[in-house]
C-alpha cells in the first residue's frame, strides 16, 4: 500500500504562484512514475504533468511554461511548482504514483486550487 497526501493549495490572485506537494509513505519501492491530475465540477480528471523515476517528464499544452513538475527521490516527494496562474487553472488537483511492480495506480485525496481574477 502507497499513501499519498497533498498539501499547498489555496487561494491566489491571477498571475500568482503556489506550489503543490505530495508527500508518499509505504511500500513506494517500486512506484515509477508520478503524476498530477486536477478535475473541476461536472468535467473529467485531467492530466496536468508526470515525471517518471528518471525524471522525464510530460506535460498537458495548457500548462507548458507556465507549471513544473519535479520529484525529491530521497524525501519521496513529488512537487508542482505554478507559476503565471490563471482562473481556468482552478480545480481540485491530485496526485498520483504508478506501482511498477503490480500496475496499480494511488491516489491522493486532493487539494484546491482557486485563482481569482
Known amino acids: 500500500q502507497v499513501q499519498l497526501v497533498e498539501s499547498g493549495g489555496g487561494l491566489v490572485q491571477a498571475g500568482g504562484s503556489l506550489r503543490l506537494s505530495c508527500a508518499a509513505s509505504?511500500?513506494?519501492?517500486?512506484?515509477?512514475?508520478m503524476g498530477w491530475y486536477r478535475q473541476t465540477p461536472g468535467k473529467q480528471r485531467e492530466l496536468v504533468a508526470t515525471?517518471?523515476?528518471?525524471?522525464?517528464?510530460k506535460y498537458a499544452d495548457s500548462v507548458k511554461g507556465r507549471l513544473t513538475i519535479s520529484r525529491d527521490n530521497a524525501k519521496s516527494t513529488l512537487y508542482l511548482q505554478m507559476n503565471s496562474l490563471k482562473p481556468e487553472d482552478t480545480a481540485v488537483y491530485y496526485c498520483?504514483?504508478?506501482?511498477?511492480?503490480?500496475?496499480?495506480?494511488?491516489w491522493g485525496q486532493g487539494t484546491q486550487v482557486t485563482v481569482s481574477s
Open positions: 509505504g511500500s513506494i519501492f517500486s512506484i515509477n512514475t
Open positions: 515525471i517518471t523515476s528518471a525524471g522525464t517528464t
Open positions: 498520483n504514483a504508478n506501482d511498477a511492480r503490480t500496475g496499480y495506480v494511488y
